[in-house]
């Protein structure tokens, strides 16, 4: 039995010989079949020739049996394509094909340079990156608003035929939102309110008016903190929620195979997310005041001397009801907002994993950004109307 080829010999032609350079006397001869497949051994032969190899007295490439453009590629790059180009022109025996291909490759060599990347200013960096930035903000509003306007639409188509809504999706998702969120909610708030105290104690105190820590207390909480940290809370745990389980929800083309039974999307998905969580942030953002008004009053009691009697005294004689509903009216608007944007991320999902993770990452960092936002316009709004 013969013994089987190796690789190598099996996938070079029949009685082909590995192409090889010797250096004698101050020239260089050429052997073998200089292809593709060898092109590493190629460089390997090439490597520890002396430097005077590269610009030969004499170049014999009578024994060139095979050679592509890969093999030429590298003989053109060992000696330099002028050189290359001169010692085949002044070959006599070579067959005109050999040479004809020695030369174009030569000559390409010779004639392409390193591409010089342009200059550009940073000042025109800057700007570029700029308007990329700012075109894809737009971009992202403009899918927003359309988004907010296919989901109002089909809440106003909904909503008065009673045989369409999805109560059992709908009260998971108030269990979901609401219930599930209420222990972080109070224990965060009641938290904050104690830090509130204690800040404001810290300054008042110097000026005799530490009693004016119940009025902080009281007015940041139902204005501004109640609101607002629940709001926030919402948004890195439901609105991460929502975006991950439409998102997987499409990389499983589970979308698809609803559209195809003839159902929508955002009636089946969205809206009952969406009512959910208008119903369940006004009642967080409830126990988020109640709660920061009990850690603030745990510190006027302890630290103060304030007696819970003065304190609920000082909340009902100064600080008015319409304190109260500034902070519970922004509420639905926040709520409604960080819905929307979880479930669009959600749609906007593609077909991997990663994608998921990217999405649920920019739904958070969208509803923290649009929430503190909002509060921010919104206190601008109550201020100048006296509010």
Not at 44 to 63: H, I, N
Not at 126 to 133: A, S
Not at 199 to 226: H, K, P, Q
Not at 283 to 294: D, E, N, P, R, S
């Amino acid at each position: 039995m013969e013994p089987r080829p190796s690789q190598s010999q099996a996938s070079d032609p029949i009685g082909s010989r590995p192409g090889n350079a010797r250096f004698e006397s101050g020239g260089l001869t050429i052997t073998g079949d200089w292809t593709l497949s060898g092109y590493h051994s190629l460089l390997q032969q090439l490597a520890p020739l002396p430097a005077g190899a590269k610009s030969p007295k004499r170049l014999d490439l009578s024994a060139l049996e095979h050679i592509d453009t890969a093999g030429a590629s590298v003989l053109a790059s060992f000696l330099g394509p002028a050189t290359l180009e001169q010692h085949v022109i002044a070959q006599e025996t070579l067959p005109e094909e050999k040479a004809a291909l020695l030369l174009a490759v030569a000559r390409s060599l010779e004639d392409w340079q390193e591409p010089v990347p342009p200059k550009v200013s940073p000042l025109r960096l800057f700007l570029g990156h700029t308007g990329q930035q700012v075109e894809a903000l737009g971009h992202l509003i403009w899918v927003l608003l359309g988004f907010i306007g296919q989901t109002l639409a089909a809440m106003v188509w909904v909503l008065p035929q009673p045989k369409r809504w999805r109560v059992t999706p709908f009260v998971a998702a108030i269990q979901d939102t609401g219930l599930n969120a209420l222990p972080i909610v109070a224990l965060l708030t009641f938290l904050v309110g104690a830090v509130v105290a204690f800040l404001g104690a810290t300054v008042l105190e110097d000026f005799g008016a530490t009693i004016y820590t119940v009025n902080l207390v009281a007015f940041s909480f139902l204005r501004e903190f109640g609101v607002l940290l629940a709001a926030i809370l919402l948004a890195g745990r439901t609105a991460s929620s929502f975006t991950a389980h439409i998102g997987a929800m499409k990389v499983n083309e589970e979308l698809d195979a609803i559209r195809t039974l003839g159902l929508s999307p955002i009636e089946l998905l969205v809206l009952p997310r969406v009512l959910a969580m208008m119903i369940s942030l006004p009642i967080l953002t409830f126990v988020g005041m109640m709660a920061g008004m009990v850690g603030g009053a745990l510190v006027c009691v302890l630290s103060l001397d304030i007696t819970l009697t003065q304190f609920l005294a000082i909340v009902e004689r100064d600080i008015a009801l319409r304190h109260f509903l500034v902070g519970i009216s922004k509420a639905p608007v926040f709520a409604f907002l960080i819905a929307v944007i979880g479930c669009l991320e959600g749609f906007k999902v593609g077909g991997s994993a990663q994608s998921v993770g990217e999405h649920t990452t920019s739904s958070v960092v969208q509803s923290i950004f649009i929430v503190i936002l909002l509060d921010a316009i919104a206190a601008l709004f109550f201020m100048e109307m006296g509010w």
